[in-house]
């Protein structure tokens, strides 16, 4: 059995039905989300910013937060010079939003936008990144952000901001 049994569609073979993780009525929240790149001071206000640096929304190591149970509906744009898309590493969702072009989805030119259904069934730490050119958009340029789906506790909000200490994330 060879590599294409696991993915028809990269044959364009009819591919089964994505399953969802959540149920129609979950709770739902919108959210644009920008690739670029920018200029960052890793290593220090008083060194030369690093430049054409991955990220997201103008943000190094954005971190998304939302309570377990809810989809995100994610609105991406690519404003990379190069195509990509978002990989949603872990989290159990419709494989047709799982950013494995040209497998799962097409690839996002530059320029080029994507609508993500991402249901987070799962409390947990995952991330999101690039999956094209994985060794220049995030090795090289070091964009690594995460989501964490949380329990549910009531009404939960979904934040947006940079990672901060005591958020159980390592550095690596």
Known sequence: MGAAAFAPSA???????????????APQR???LVADEIEVPLLGADKPPTSRFCAYNGRPF???RAPQGTRLMVEFEN???????????GIRGPYIFDGVAPITQPIVPAGGRFFYNVPLPDPGFYFFHPHCDETGQVGARAGGPAVR???????????????HRGEGLAAG
């Open 62 to 64: 954005l971190t998304l």
């Open 30 to 32: 919108r959210l644009s």
């Open 79 to 89: 404003k990379l010079p190069d195509p990509t898309t978002v990989h949603w590493h």
């Open 149 to 163: 789906g949380e329990p549910a506790r009531g009404a939960g909000s979904l934040r947006c901001g940079t990672h």
């Open 11 to 25: 044959l364009g073979e009819e591919v089964p039905k994505a399953i969802d993780t959540l149920p129609p009525d």
